[in-house]
């Protein structure tokens, strides 16, 4: 607490007022596209320039491919594809939000698969596998928020030390084998349909309307946003600034065991090289979604978005026997473009 | 230089320097005269326009009005750097040093000598070594980081800056702030030899026995004016105090209906709270609808206090005691659950969430209770948001407005509002004014005066004396971690509070 100086050279008094609002609109609630003054506002015009770029993709592929693009067939494949790293890309959401970042979900996603597939944990039929893998997930979460909260690791570098030694720990189990599932009722049930649509689009939906809820609707996301703000604050409110962040490392952890019940199903066995790469994929989705990196603002939808536009690139290039090499240029230059469209409408904000 | 000074020979004059900010007239015309080879103090209360002349001075900004004459030249100092060049140096209280860096690093920071691109390391650490001696400090490593210096071997290297710029006039605003008794020896030390030397010191401190230490001249500031000025730094109190004193604070202290205090209803008590090297064995206590005020210099621990007293910071020993209920010591959500509310000195980094809106940063202490089962009732939020905001006139009382596009007053209010949503019973407000304009002021006095009529305990802390004066019931005077006095607002002049302060002695007016 050290002086500022005197009175007299107030930095700047009378801050100018906010320009004025452009008509009134219907009363929307929610932390961050419910503030629904200037920002709420820009927050909507970002989403539909994002939902612009997703459909001219469609548009793209559908184009290329009329026949196969938009088949069922392909959309299914599509969004199963993307299933596990939209999970994951939620709890990153939670993380980045609160002024964090976590490196570390690729290979908690490999450890909680590898564990979930030991011949021991199978024995004991898919609902243990099930738990199992949220359990390993949720811990390996809480360690890094322990470690973040309490130990007073900066982010970075505890999630790194996580994402080398979880997928050591997942190696070691599995003693560097794929760990096939020998439970078919486990598959039966990943693997099949719900009222005729895959269950891993099913759980992918429902982990983003309960994050969602839980983000924008709940004590727990509004204070989440309140830490990512400004954490001297919401200290000073009385809000419990470490058991909160370990909380929300934690629920990073819980969306990677999730996301490892997918990769299980898909794959149809547990290795400890699942989930490579996770981390970028989903941070990319984040930010693409218009999540500041520095926290306090951010939304859901905008990363289901951000995500959803990786995917349809994925399957622009695999559908038209594209090089994986260009593939990864084009995702480079989506992420730098999507980022400079944002500090665009950023800076309209300011003025 | 191409014009060398001679000791004695006017150095800088500034005459009816003017320097207006929106809504306040910060300098009204400012005199001072600075000659080569003196220590000239410059005396003013917080908010006399002390920090904001220095700022001219640094070049950091520039007046509405007013001459500048540099060694018998008239100059504009139109920037830092322009100011550096002519040779006039700024050590801030908050030393601008990269502590990563060496002290040599530091001393050449931005003006590194070298050859081609490559920073001549052996000749920047010879001349580093060389201004490091004339400070008389060679034992300084020049290689070492800055960081791992104590506060006296920082501002040894800040000096040496000052000096590397060829500096003949140095500014020190309040150099011995954070100084042990020992180094303010050392320093002061080094002062008398750049004076020597004939280098001019502009010498800002609330310390009178220091002015008198090394002071030749002294300058008296009040309300953007000059007062007095070249006085003999041996003048008595008395004469300087009365000088600083009877401010015409343009804010009318609203007239108080009546003293609400309820004597019989101890809320707030406080019993030998103590906190190592911040300050120690501190007692008192708050009545419902009281307003208590502490007085004294930054760095006295009246913050300190304030915070210890919320729980955001632990104390060593001593209790806090809230509607008859200890409160558990360094713990914010109790100190909250037992009805204390805090206003921290710095609003936006201490308090607001600025991007978020003003319901968001009302409600944010009281989450739980605007929820069931963890959902929040967003709806209830908005309406006992708007209600409050009107209430205090929050202007425009649009709850879902984003923070930052508001006024400093209304920022002000919107974080007393944050308390007032969950009927705190103690609030404690750190610098309630700070960054807030003239007229917003009186709004703020008027809101407090509410709050305790409404039976709210109110504790303030603020460097104005004359606010402390206006708006409490009762008044604590702090100086040097201690507290030194306790007595009726009505009781105390502002004179006689500014003597406590700055002197430590006991005596009343």
């Given at each position: 607490m050290s002086d500022v100086g005197e009175k007299s050279s107030v930095d700047k008094p009378g801050a100018a007022p906010g320009g004025p609002l452009a008509g009134e609109e219907p009363v929307r609630t929610g932390p961050t596209t419910g503030v629904r003054t200037p920002s709420g506002l820009r927050l909507d015009l970002r989403l539909t320039i994002l939902t612009g770029v997703l459909v001219a993709l469609c548009v793209t592929g559908y184009v290329l491919q009329p026949d196969s693009f938009l088949s069922e067939s392909n959309v299914s494949t599509m969004l199963r594809l993307a299933a596990a790293i939209g999970v994951v890309s939620v709890g990153m959401t939670f993380v980045i939000i609160s002024g964090g970042i976590d490196l570390s979900v690729g290979s908690m996603v490999a450890l909680s698969s590898v564990w979930m597939t030991t011949l021991a944990t199978q024995s004991y039929g898919p609902w243990v596998m099930v738990l199992c893998a949220l359990v390993v997930g949720l811990g390996a979460g809480l360690i890094n928020g322990v470690l973040i909260a309490y130990g007073r690791l900066v982010p970075f570098i505890a999630t790194l030390a996580m994402y080398a030694s979880a997928r050591g720990l997942a190696e070691r189990l599995s003693d560097g084998r794929t760990q096939v599932v020998e439970q078919q009722g486990y598959l039966d049930f990943f693997r099949g349909d719900l009222f005729g649509i895959p269950t891993l689009i099913w759980m992918l939906a429902v982990v983003y309307v309960v994050g969602w809820v839980l983000l924008n609707r709940t004590t727990f996301g509004r204070r989440t946003f309140a830490i990512g703000g400004n954490e001297e604050a919401a200290r000073l409110a009385g809000i419990n600034v470490k058991r909160h962040t370990a909380m929300v490392y934690g629920i990073a952890g819980l969306c990677c065991g999730i996301a490892a019940l997918m990769v299980v199903a898909r794959t149809t066995s547990g290795s400890s090289t699942n989930g490579m790469y996770y981390e970028l994929d989903a941070i990319a989705a984040v930010v693409i979604g218009g999540t500041l990196l520095s926290g306090g603002r951010g939304t859901l939808i905008g990363t289901l978005i951000g995500g959803l536009i990786f995917t349809v690139v994925n399957s622009i290039f695999t559908q038209n026997n594209l090089e994986s090499d260009i593939q990864n240029i084009a995702k480079g230059v989506i992420i730098v473009v999507a980022v400079l469209l944002q500090y665009g409408t950023a800076r309209n904000r300011k003025t | 230089m191409s014009t060398e000074t001679e000791p004695g020979d006017v150095l800088l004059t500034m005459s009816g320097i003017v320097k207006t900010f929106p809504g306040v007239r910060a300098l009204d015309g400012v005199d001072l005269e600075v000659r080569a080879g003196e220590v000239h103090c410059l005396l003013g209360q917080n908010g006399a326009g002390k920090s904001t002349l220095i700022k001219v001075l640094a070049g950091a900004h520039q007046p509405d009005g007013g001459e500048i004459v540099w060694q018998g030249k008239p100059t504009t100092l139109g920037s830092p750097v322009a100011a550096l060049r002519i040779g006039v140096a700024t050590m801030y209280q908050e030393l601008d040093l990269v502590d990563g860096l060496s002290v040599a690093e530091n001393i050449f920071l931005g003006h590194e000598p070298n050859a081609f691109g490559f920073t001549r390391r052996g000749h920047m650490r010879a001349e580093a070594r060389k201004l490091m001696r004339r400070l008389g400090h060679p034992e300084i490593p020049v290689g070492r980081e800055v960081g791992l210096l104590s506060a006296a071997g920082q501002q040894l290297v800040s000096m040496a800056r000052a000096l590397a710029h060829d500096a003949r006039l140095i500014v020190m605003d309040e150099p011995t702030a954070a100084l042990a008794a020992d180094e303010v020896d050392n320093l002061f030390r080094v002062v008398a030899d750049l004076t020597a030397e004939g280098v001019a010191i502009v010498y800002i401190s609330h310390r009178l026995e220091e002015i008198r230490r090394i002071g030749n001249r002294v300058t008296v500031i009040k309300d953007g004016r000059t007062?007095?000025?070249?006085?003999?730094?041996?003048?008595p109190t008395a004469e300087l105090v009365n000088l600083m004193s009877g401010r015409n604070v343009e804010t009318v202290f609203p007239h108080r209906e009546a003293n609400t205090t309820d004597s019989s209803h101890e809320v707030l008590v406080v019993e030998g709270l103590t906190r190592a090297s911040e300050f120690a064995d501190v007692s008192f206590t708050v009545n419902a609808g009281e307003i208590v005020g502490i007085a004294g210099l930054v760095g006295a621990g009246r913050s300190e206090v304030l915070e210890t007293v919320y729980g955001a910071r632990k104390a060593d020993s001593g209790t806090v005691v809230v509607d008859g209920k200890r409160l558990r010591p360094g713990n914010v959500p109790a100190a909250v659950a037992a009805g204390v509310g805090l206003a921290p000195e710095e609003r936006k980094s201490q308090a607001l969430l600025l991007d978020q809106s003003v319901a968001n940063n009302v409600v944010l202490a009281s989450l739980p209770e605007y929820s069931r089962a963890g959902f929040s009732d967003i709806r209830r939020e908005l309406r006992d948001a708007r209600a409050t905001l009107e209430r205090l006139d929050l202007r425009p009382a649009d709850p879902r407005r984003e923070v930052r596009t508001l006024s400093g007053g209304n920022q002000q209010k919107a974080v007393v509002a944050r308390w007032l949503v969950r009927d705190c019973k103690v609030l404690l407000l750190d610098e309630p004014t700070r960054g807030v304009d003239v007229g917003a002021r009186a709004e703020l006095y008027r809101l407090i005066h509410e709050l305790a009529a409404s039976g709210v305990a109110v504790l303030l802390v603020s460097s104005e004396v004359p606010e402390v004066l206006g708006l409490s019931d009762r008044v604590l005077v702090m100086r040097e971690g201690r507290l030194l006095t306790e007595a009726p607002a009505s009781e105390l002049t502002e004179a006689a509070v500014l003597d406590m302060v700055m002197e430590g002695s006991e005596v009343m007016a």
């Open positions: - | 007062v007095a000025s070249n006085l003999d730094s041996h003048t």
